[in-house]
């Protein structure tokens, strides 16, 4: 199976630090995403990785940036937390393709003081 | 751009009462359409999808028809169980396009026993 891990379930952080997020995926898959889930507004992608050091913005990637350093693993990184960046954030991992399954990290739920 | 608009939740329903969640969709082409299933404090899962009009997918005794000229991909389960209780999200990828899950907003279903 499949299994796509995320380091953290809870965080609390303050305003202005500086936030990491992991994602590691064990079934050599090409592609990563990093989405953040809030009520009512569903899954909204904010970067994606199709390779090592290879990084796209999604639909929402102000205030964020990702690391791929190896295919494994992808980072998420707050620079600068922010109140509107408590959220849950999920990672995901696929084969490379337009129609490959994306299979979905457990998330991390993170609260910004 | 692209879009998936989902029926608004949350749904209550009695063991064994017929489900149906409604699933529309905008997108320019021919979008590949899933059905993927949070369950309380997991990740997402694939629940089925479809990747051609009149296709139907199917999983766990959940059903999805693609239907192009009405643009939509209604979820439908003949006797849904408690433990289907979930959020469900309908997604879209669109084709030739490099992956990117585009999800409605979801659906939040409680089974009463």
């Known amino acids: 199976d499949v299994k796509v891990t995320q380091s953290s379930r809870y965080l609390v952080k303050r305003t202005g630090e500086k936030v990491f997020l992991e994602c590691v995926q064990d079934m050599d898959h090409e592609n990563m995403f990093w989405y953040r889930q809030d009520p009512g507004l569903g899954l909204r992608l904010i970067y994606f990785s199709y390779d090592v050091k290879m990084k796209e913005k999604g639909d929402i990637p102000e205030g964020y940036s990702v690391s791929r350093e190896k295919k494994e693993r992808f980072s998420l990184i707050l620079e600068s937390a922010s109140t509107n960046q408590t959220s849950m954030y999920l990672c995901?991992?696929?084969?490379?393709?337009?129609?490959?399954?994306?299979?979905f990290g457990p998330g991390t739920r993170l609260l910004v003081l | 751009g692209d879009s998936v608009t989902q029926m608004e939740g949350p749904v209550t329903l009695s063991e064994e009462a017929f489900l149906t969640i409604n699933c529309t969709y905008t997108a320019t082409g021919y979008p590949s359409l899933f059905w993927y299933v949070q369950y309380p404090g997991e990740g997402l899962q694939l629940l089925l999808k479809a990747t051609k009009a009149d296709d139907k997918g199917s999983n766990k005794g959940f059903e999805a028809t693609y239907r192009k000229e009405t643009t939509s991909f209604h979820l439908e389960k003949g006797s849904v169980q408690v433990s289907d209780s979930a959020v469900y999200f309908c997604a879209l990828t669109a084709r030739y396009v490099f992956q990117k899950l585009v999800f409605g907003q979801g659906t939040r279903l409680t089974i009463n026993p």
């Open positions: 995901a991992s696929s084969l490379a393709g337009y129609q490959e399954t994306q299979y």
